[in-house]
């Protein structure tokens, strides 16, 4: 697994510098889409913990319980470096259904998952697509905090 060592935001920033332009641009563009989720560094998740043990960059924050009845800190929306591309993943549905997957195609991804895709260069981003999720998800989540909840807990 492809391991970021960062202890916060500006390490994390820094710790590839020939990706750090396109973290700077994305975060740009949240902040003009979503400017109420504020970013954070999320350090990941112990071993033995609830969550994702990636490092990343955060955007807006939320609670989720697992079946043990462990909680974790999430994002709504997370930005993270990979071996050999740039990963957001989105902890919103709509509809029930995992959001990016109705923008399929339309994000200029690298790759699609099931809530989450992937770009090498922010240049190969429909820039516009990417600006309407993002402002989509946090208007989600701003009327239903508990959407990414549901959805995380599977219903």
């Known amino acids: 697994m492809y391991r970021v060592e960062a202890d916060s935001l500006a390490a994390y920033l820094d710790f590839d510098a020939a990706r750090k332009p396109h973290l700077v641009r994305?975060?740009?563009?949240?902040?003009?889409?979503?400017?109420d989720l504020t970013r954070h560094f999320h350090k990941g998740t112990p071993a033995g913990e609830a969550g994702m043990r990636t490092k990343m960059i955060g955007y807006g924050k939320l609670r989720y319980a697992i079946k043990s009845?462990?909680?974790?800190?999430w994002s709504v929306i997370g930005l993270a470096l990979q071996k050999?591309?740039?990963?957001?993943?989105?902890?919103v549905t709509k509809a029930g259904t995992p959001i990016v997957r109705t923008c399929a195609g339309r994000l200029g991804e690298l790759r699609i998952g099931g809530n989450n895709f992937s770009f090498e260069e922010f240049d190969d981003l429909q820039v516009a697509a990417v600006s309407s999720l993002f402002a989509e998800v946090a208007d989600i989540f701003a009327t239903d905090p508990q959407n990414p909840v549901r959805y995380m807990q599977g219903g």
Request: charged share 20%; proline share 4%; no cysteine.
């Open 69 to 73: 009845g462990k909680t974790a800190e």
């Open 84 to 91: 050999n591309d740039i990963s957001v993943y989105v902890s």
């Open 26 to 35: 994305m975060h740009g563009l949240m902040r003009k889409a979503a400017p």
